[in-house]
């Protein structure tokens, strides 16, 4: 039995780089040309100069039902029922818009949405540039916690809106994202 462990890990250890986890420049140039407008990818980043600067990236092969934002709440109208991401996408909520609170507090008004918070949504892209968000859940409440301090990742799964070969670079939701050799590719794709 301890042979076939052995073995298996061994195996594991030698095909793991042929299995899509990035690590190099010289992966980068393995895997980026693969990727395609229209394809559906996660990627994990920070925002600097109105572009976000991937340090992961998940590379799917199917099609996703739903788009996906994790980030901070940097502006909030309660009128008009809109907030400002950290990501820099303006989202829209409306009355059938499903607001949960942290730690599972269900069905939340939409004046309880306050900058600082972190949230996840969950909703559709419109062709002219809006989010409409289906889901909103906040993970955490500036409201409940005032010494929370503002996390610089940010997290979207979106299709691929353009690839721009020279800069290595993708936009999704209309935001810039520059993948680099520190770029991990969390994928499974052979390549």
Request: proline share 2%; aromatic share 6%; charged share 30%.
């Given at each position: 039995m301890r042979h076939r462990t052995l073995l298996l890990v061994v195996a594991l250890l030698v095909l793991a780089p042929s299995m899509g986890y990035a690590q190099t420049k010289q992966e980068l140039d393995t895997w980026f040309p693969i990727l395609r407008t229209g394809m559906w990818v996660k990627v994990d980043g920070v925002m600097r100069d109105g572009a976000l600067h991937a340090d992961e990236i998940k590379i799917y092969a199917g099609e996703l039902d739903e788009w996906e934002i994790s980030s901070n709440v940097v502006a909030v109208d309660v009128t008009e029922m809109t907030l400002e991401t950290g990501?820099?996408?303006?989202?829209?909520a409306s009355e059938r818009t499903d607001l949960q609170g942290p730690d599972g507090h269900k069905h939340i008004g939409f004046t309880f949405?306050?900058?600082?918070?972190?949230i996840e949504i969950e909703g559709q892209w419109q062709k002219e540039g809006r989010f409409i968000a289906e889901e909103i859940e906040v993970e955490e409440s500036?409201?409940?916690?005032?010494?929370?301090?503002?996390?610089?990742?940010?997290?979207v799964t979106a299709r691929i809106e353009a690839v721009?070969?020279?800069?290595?670079?993708?936009?999704?939701?209309?935001?810039?994202?520059?993948?680099?050799?520190?770029?991990?590719?969390?994928?499974?794709?052979?390549?």
């Open positions: 990501f820099g996408i303006s989202v829209q949405l306050s900058v600082g918070d972190r500036k409201r409940l916690d005032p010494e929370l301090v503002l996390e610089a990742e940010q997290e721009d070969v020279v800069t290595k670079s993708i936009q999704i939701l209309g935001v810039r994202i520059f993948l680099s050799e520190q770029t991990r590719n969390k994928s499974l794709l052979l390549y």
